[in-house]
């Protein structure tokens, strides 16, 4: 690796961990994760909306591809990554219904709109402007496990939950670990000037800022359900959540 | 499989092979290369048409899975196929790189209106419709080398190209064995009932006859070049067939 | 308007009037018209396609001002040019009804391939390559009632349909005037070189014989219904022409 | 006009009342103006932003249209809505470059993160999910003048500007009148149950609010050029405001 590139990573690294500082120091869901005072509508509710995002990362991955195939060997790395990530959403919707009765269709509601909002972004960086924003996103993401882990740890702790139950979240930290390298690598060979990694850095810090705004949002809706009022979780709190 | 899909495989391969028989018996190409008449300018125009719907392929491939991303075991066939056909046109290129002198940047014209109709319907059934209409295409497409072969063998002898000149379908008759078997996979797997048969089969019909077009549309082309009127085809001659 | 343009149109005339000369000759859809044996089965078919094409006109219109923006004389013309022809397909598709029983609900079938080739092809030079290309698909279109309107008259004898029976034909005949205008002054006013004029020309060549393609392809539909084959069109036919 | 018509508008009056009054509260770009103390610099990179996301209007606008061509009332609302807003963004770009010596072509740097952000979340709405949330956007939009002419005829008294220096935003106030009253009409034509007020309330609210962040990340953007550290607007900034 050229020193460039060794000074450019290191400048990522500080921005990515600031940012993520930044969010778990004043995350309502992470405070109640440290606490234990999570519960599982507030578990019940991130899982709903991380499904939802989910379910268009294989997408916007291949969009990246399709927009940019005069350069092959990023191309092919976006559509082998997409391959790779496609159907992820189907474990995040298994570890939801593990918490209620078996076989239950689950009625989930729309995204939220901080969730719209991210996956709405996303799409936007695959598709326009500097070709390898979108690496941004998958380097904070596929590194992210050291920041997740110790959150998903507390939230197995506190809710009692199986290892079985928590396959979207162990199922990624391995297959991460190999994606990570594979990002790393396709951005030192992508990334040729100043303002590749400026552009880089920027879809990088936007989308994990999203991803954080939609974690206070996720927690807003917890609110609206402790208090009460109506929400557009009841029919599926319902579903999985109901006491006899 | 099922008698039923066996039945719906048998009357898609009699289709098929009549569709191609229909174009090999009156294609002037083909005809040319049967009486060893082809000439590199001709080999020429066929391969840069070729050249342009190729680097197509992969992207129609992975924009079908990511129109179709609630079917995962789909959407991830797409992508895994778009990334290794991905970059197939640079053997297409290399190939008719090899026709001239060595490292000349070739002045391609943009495609014939038949080729760009040809992509235009490929890009079309890839993200329109029935979602299985693509595998129409890829299935007479990944087994189209029973057809093709003879031709190439013949070429290979009237312009006396060695094998590393004729990467393009030496190397696809290879990888698409593999390719033809997970196709047929797939069909077998997603096609459930009379009409997504009936949509794959026109979708694979009607690519085919789009692509014998694209055959005629390229004689017509060669036959102005021999007349010697203005063609678009003059500059990258001039660059890869000049005399001394 | 400068001299070039001048000559520029009147090739393009020349060009499209042979084409137009060439689809009339040798249509048996035409020659059926001009023999006064057009039947109402035939009449059926062309305006079912002809719905299906039609219902595509505002959208990939609108597609090219979406995608050439930059340009925005153009692209308000686009925009103004789809608000105008949004919906011109239900008039197709009164048309078609007023040969049946009142109120019937239509179950049309999907198009046929030669019409989506056709609709590929639109949406393909709406959204790729030369900006202006699709104005090569408008100039032929809006101009073409000199070639169409014989034929309407003859089947309108042949049949016995009132004028409210052809609005379709009918109101676009009107419509159509200031169209062409001001289709052509937005030529005038954005082709300014050879490259523009040839790119218009080759879509408006075509378009015009993808038309002529999906004409015979209605005549094809038709003599399968006339030898009692199974058709596509044996539900609507029942709804329509049902002897009592 | 329904009882329940009536209703929701009010309830969609409160709830972009308070959005704004919130926005407008805690903008530092609003105080400033309220304050007489906004600067050239602050209203210039305003009024980049205000460029980069208005030049998407007309093209996100036709994009719904294109997307929901099924209901031709309102796709020929979209394309005509589309054809008044294009080319809009040119009045931003006109006032700006009135700040400066006639005649400079302005280098501006690209879109803020957060004006992105903004772009990608109008367009995803614009062609994904409730047909109808993009005119929860044009709502606010079009009826936002109340609250941004005291604004403007503050950074008029305290930049001393012309009228004709404000194009962007006079002609915009005189336009929308008419616009204001085609979105209430069509919303009425559309919106039949409360799912669709539900959906278009959403995107309303979202859209302000982004709106709101983007005006949060100019005064960020200010604040860099005031502390003398580089900025994307380093450029442009000597271009129009150099002192001599």
């Not at 060997?73 to 990554?81: G, L, P, R, T």
């Not at 297959?175 to 400026?198: K, L």
């Not at 609110?223 to 959540?241: A, C, F, K, N």
């Amino acid at each position: 690796m050229e020193l460039n590139a060794e000074m450019e990573f290191a400048a990522l690294d500080r921005l990515i961990d600031s940012v993520w500082n930044d969010i778990l120091t004043h995350s309502r869901l992470a405070q109640s994760i440290r606490t234990g005072s999570i519960s599982h509508e507030l578990y019940m509710i991130y899982m709903i909306e991380t499904f939802h995002y989910t379910s268009h990362n294989a997408r916007n991955q291949a969009a990246t591809g399709v927009m940019h195939a005069h350069h092959p060997v990023y191309a092919k790395f976006c559509f082998e990554h997409a391959a790779e990530e496609t159907g992820h959403e189907r474990m995040a919707l298994h570890d939801l219904g593990s918490m209620g009765p078996k076989g239950t269709d689950l009625a989930l509601p729309p995204p939220l709109p901080a969730t719209e909002t991210l996956i709405a972004y996303l799409y936007w960086i695959s598709t326009q402007g500097n070709p390898y924003r979108r690496l941004g996103y998958s380097y904070w993401a596929e590194n992210s496990y050291r920041y997740i882990l110790p959150l998903v740890r507390g939230v197995k702790e506190a809710l009692r939950l199986s290892d079985s139950q928590l396959t979207f979240f162990i199922a990624h930290s391995d297959i991460d670990d190999a994606h990570a390298r594979h990002v790393r690598a396709m951005i030192e060979r992508t990334c040729r000037n100043g303002e590749d990694w400026q552009m880089l850095s920027e879809a990088a810090e936007t989308s994990l800022r999203l991803t954080g705004r939609m974690l206070e949002a996720v927690y807003d809706q917890y609110e609206l359900l402790q208090e009460g009022r109506p929400s557009r979780y009841d029919h599926v709190r319902r579903q999985l959540l109901a006491k006899p």
